[in-house]
């Protein structure tokens, strides 16, 4: 099976501050990295795929960039709505298997 | 819009079973593989199983496999994921997910979860 491991596992932020969330497969996926945004309570939603393709009505202050093993998911300002957790995805082959998140919070 | 309306969740005793259902809507649902992924209280999403958008194939995550059962019905836009033999680690909320389409496609759109409570 593929690891994903997510680094930090949280990080303090304030509003307007550009957040950085790294993201390591343990082998290569070629551009198959997902990013999904979880709030409290809520289901994730998707955010990015394919590494760096950004889905329709994402906020274009998102952005992902990477591949083989290595992958970053960049916030350029953050908004208040962004305080939530941020789970990378493998989508190269089964099981599919997630990092173990990284918390946003409020500095 | 897309729609996906998880149900069937509870309490149950560890050894029993439980078939969760999900209810698709506002797509050609037999255009789509569907996915269950898990999330126990306080944790990360673990991937449960995914299904073809005919049933031709099904993939499960080892720590389900034997014990839970994928499945499909076209004609009434549901998907289904049958559970036998639950764990107290079987605990968890179960969303289902779309799997996007093209090549090596994401999750793109999640149901909002049932929650599944495996206790004595």
């Known amino acids: 099976d593929i690891q994903m491991t997510q680094s930090p596992s949280s990080v303090s932020a304030s509003v307007g501050d550009r957040v950085t969330i790294t993201c390591r497969a343990s082998?290569?996926?070629?551009?198959?990295l997902v990013w999904y945004q979880q709030k409290p309570g809520k289901a994730p939603k998707l955010l990015i795929y394919a590494a760096s393709s950004l889905q329709s009505g994402v906020p274009s202050r998102f952005s992902g960039s990477g591949s083989g093993t290595d992958f970053t998911l960049t916030i350029s300002s953050l908004q208040p709505e962004d305080f939530a957790t941020y789970y990378c995805?493998?989508?190269?082959?089964?099981?599919?298997?997630f990092g173990g998140g990284t918390k946003v919070e409020i500095k | 819009q897309v729609q996906l309306v998880e149900s069937g969740g509870g309490v149950v005793q560890p050894g029993r079973s439980l078939r969760l259902s999900c209810a698709a809507s506002?797509?050609?649902?037999?255009?789509?593989?569907m996915h269950w992924v898990r999330q126990a209280p306080g944790k990360g999403l673990e991937w449960v199983a995914v299904?073809?958008?005919?049933?031709?194939?099904?993939y499960y995550a080892d720590s389900v496999k034997g014990r839970f059962t994928i499945s499909r019905d076209n004609s009434k836009n549901t998907l289904y994921l049958q559970m036998d033999s639950l764990r107290a680690e079987d605990t968890a909320v179960y969303y289902c997910?779309?799997?996007?389409?093209?090549?090596?496609?994401?999750?793109?759109?999640w149901g909002q979860g049932t929650l599944v409570t495996v206790s004595s």
């Open positions: 995805q493998q989508a190269n082959s089964f099981p599919l298997t």
């Open positions: 506002g797509f050609t649902f037999s255009n789509y593989g």
């Open positions: 299904i073809w958008n005919d049933g031709s194939k099904k």
């Open positions: 082998q290569g996926i070629s551009s198959w």
């Open positions: 997910a779309r799997w996007g389409g093209s090549v090596n496609p994401p999750l793109d759109y």
